[in-house]
């Protein structure tokens, strides 16, 4: 039987490997995070010259380049594309801007294409970004940010925010989004956006038929996400 495992926060989660079953630490063999439903510990370590990323250019707007695109701004539009339909979701680099730098460089760089959400739960969150839909652990390229939380980014329905692992500084590639509103997160897990369109979507992954270890049965892959200026 296929058995690899992937540990949340605190205890092992989804076990698949070939004979029997090797536990391995989420964080240092996806080099992700993890969100837990009974603890709330939050996010990351630094990051390259503050702006977020990742490269050191300074400007600020979290694209890697400057070129001023459909990713800059303080409120940049991101299209989430999976296989069971689109989200779209408002960024609020206002109040995170390391956060949303650091998670746009990701965007651009097409990490996020043909990910799967490797942990979701009903009324909880749907997470992805650690893993390929070979279940290979994906390899981020830019380092841990710190945790950036604020008053005014609020873990509700539809909010997206940074998976992580024990330590509050350790959030990278990995996001989640909120299934309905999860205030015990607040303040602990870096959120910076919310979802504007596709509840219905995000409805759909979260009831999805999962294992014991709430990595669905058949995959939900999340194809593509990209920056743009009208909402499809």
Known sequence: MLCRCFALLVIPALCFSVSGCEVNNFYDSATGGDVSTTDSTGSDTTSGDGDGDGDGDGDGDGDGDGDGDA??????????????????????????????????????????????FHRVIDDFVIQTGGYDTDYNAKSPQYPAIPLETSAELLHVDGALSMARTSDPNSAQAQFFVCDGPQSFLDGEYAAFGVLISGFDVLANIAAVPTDSGDTPLEQVILENVYCTVEIP
Do not use: S
């Not at 940049?76 to 650091?102: K, S, W």
């Not at 097409?110 to 799967?116: C, E, H, T």
């Open 71 to 116: 990713c800059g701004g303080d409120t940049p539009l991101v299209v989430l594309e999976t296989n069971l339909g689109t989200m779209v979701a408002q960024l609020d680099r206002v109040n995170a801007p390391i956060t949303v730098n650091n998670f746009l460089n990701y965007v651009q760089d097409d990490y996020y294409a043909n990910v799967i």
